[in-house]
């Protein structure tokens, strides 16, 4: 067996050899399950290549590198003209793992420092998911600092409902995307948003304004941006001719936005650079290093890929599993098989979605409705599963049940009974392995 061992670090070790009784070797690989992990074992007579991100140092003290990117920025955003009568900071839910109740208390203070007349209850914290679920108490007591809950900075908190919430409207983008966002960021003085960057499979990459022009935008304004999700260059690691980055970068031009906060995290969550300042500056600035680490090259497609999302909150429900299987089936053969591990603690994630998908006998069938009616949010994830799953097996190692995961055209299957099987179908495939499928993308061939 061939295995690329990588960037692992002695603990972070996925693989160990092992004798059994038979006198053949196995390899065990460790790969991120929820909140845990799950061992796969694979004759080493099988040929297996691991892919994971590439080295990256996480900052030593991010709290200091924080305040340095906000004392590095040009601090017009909170320099320039008189003291803003309300500030609103958005924050994305609990599906992006930035560190926010390490950074946001600090960024209140720094804001309450440059303008002493500004009273703390003039400042609101909107917790932005798009179409999500509106965060509820448990889910804030996960994201936000205990200071901000418990009365003792009395900041305002808004839960973003984008089918609900109060909206202001901002005009249109030159694509014809009607800007409207939550009333709470859209009529403040000061807009701030806070994110992190990584691989979007149609966005190209994450952060700058999208945290407000879709974290905190309408229904509306969610699906006229990704509808552009077929058109050409709307892939991943694309930003410079992606129409539905460039749309969003409009956005938030027209919503005025006047300062992002993004952070690089590592394969472990671990921030490996901050950057503040102008929302596209950041994110074209973020998207470098996010490519350095988990951008992916491999020869040619495989027989069989495993991928791990990442574990939580990259798979979190099956609504955000989905990201995984991108990268997965760049790494697939025609015909292959794709093996997602994705435990969905939170279960399918959207009800849209779930309603559209199971409406349908097959992944060909939605497919053809899809393509021949007009774009409807929820409806685009069944679309990008079934453009997979009607070239490839597939197959989910999950908690979900498999009533659930039938009604969603989707296959479940214990994993390394699957893999056995695979492995004696093919005699002697050649293997992925993704370690950190959900943030990872193939930007060549070698």
């Known amino acids: 067996m061939f295995i690329d ?3 692992l670090s002695q603990e972070e070790t996925c693989y160990i050899v092992k004798g059994i009784d038979t006198g053949s070797i196995i390899v065990d690989i460790k790969l991120k ?3 845990d992990s799950l061992v796969l074992n694979i004759p080493d007579s099988i040929s ?3 892919f994971e ?3 990256a140092s996480p900052l030593a003290d991010p709290l200091a590198a924080f305040l340095n990117a906000l004392d590095a920025m040009d601090g017009s955003a909170f320099t320039s003209g008189s003291t803003p009568k309300s500030v609103a ?7 992006r793992p930035l560190p926010i109740k390490l950074f946001l208390p600090v960024l209140i203070e720094r804001i309450l420092k440059t303008f002493p007349s500004l009273k703390v209850e003039d400042i609101s914290i909107v917790v932005g998911g798009g179409l999500h679920p509106p965060a509820d108490s448990a889910q804030l007591q996960r994201i936000l600092p205990s200071s901000l809950l418990d009365g003792s900075c009395p900041c305002k908190i808004v839960c973003h409902d984008a089918k609900n919430s109060p909206m202001t409207y901002f005009g249109e983008t030159s694509r014809g995307t009607p800007v409207e966002v939550n009333a709470a960021i859209g009529t403040a003085d000061l807009k701030i948003v806070m994110g992190m960057i990584d691989v979007h499979q149609f966005v190209g990459f994450t952060g700058g304004s999208k945290g407000v022009a879709i974290g905190c935008a309408s229904a509306r304004m969610i699906t006229a941006n990704h509808k552009m999700l077929a058109k050409e260059g709307a892939s991943a690691a694309n930003i410079e001719s992606n129409p539905v980055r460039q749309d969003l970068n409009e956005a938030g031009e027209l919503i005025g936005v006047n300062l992002a906060i993004n952070v690089v995290l590592d394969a472990s969550k671990k921030p490996v650079i901050v950057l503040a300042g102008k929302p596209v500056d950041v994110m074209k600035a973020g998207a470098v290093e996010t490519a350095r680490i988990y951008g992916l090259k491999m020869k040619e497609p495989y027989d069989i890929v495993i991928a791990s999302c990442g574990g939580n909150p990259k798979d979190i429900c099956l609504y955000q599993a989905q990201k995984g299987l991108t990268p997965a089936a760049q790494a697939c053969k ?3 098989k794709i093996l997602i591990l994705a435990e969905c603690s939170q279960g399918i994630g959207d009800d849209v979605y779930h309603d559209y998908v199971k409406q349908f ?5 939605l497919m053809k409705a899809f393509q021949s009616s007009e774009f409807r949010m929820g409806a685009h994830k069944a679309f990008l599963f079934a453009r997979v799953t009607t070239k490839k097996e597939v197959v989910f190692h999950t908690a979900l049940d498999e009533k659930a995961l039938s009604e969603c055209l989707l296959k479940k299957g214990e994993a390394q009974a699957t893999l056995n099987q695979w492995i004696k179908e093919l005699k002697s495939p050649r293997i ?9 993308f193939f930007s060549s061939n070698e």
């Not at 992925?432 to 990872?440: E, F, G, I, R």
């Open 334 to 336: 025609e015909g292959g």
């Open 89 to 95: 900071i958005a924050v994305p839910d609990e599906t």
């Open 5 to 7: 061992k990588g960037n």
């Open 48 to 50: 297996v290549d691991i």
């Open 432 to 440: 992925a392995v993704l370690k950190n499928a959900n943030s990872s």
């Open 33 to 35: 399950y929820g909140s």
């Open 53 to 55: 991100p590439n080295e």
């Open 361 to 365: 006998p097959c992944p060909h069938a």
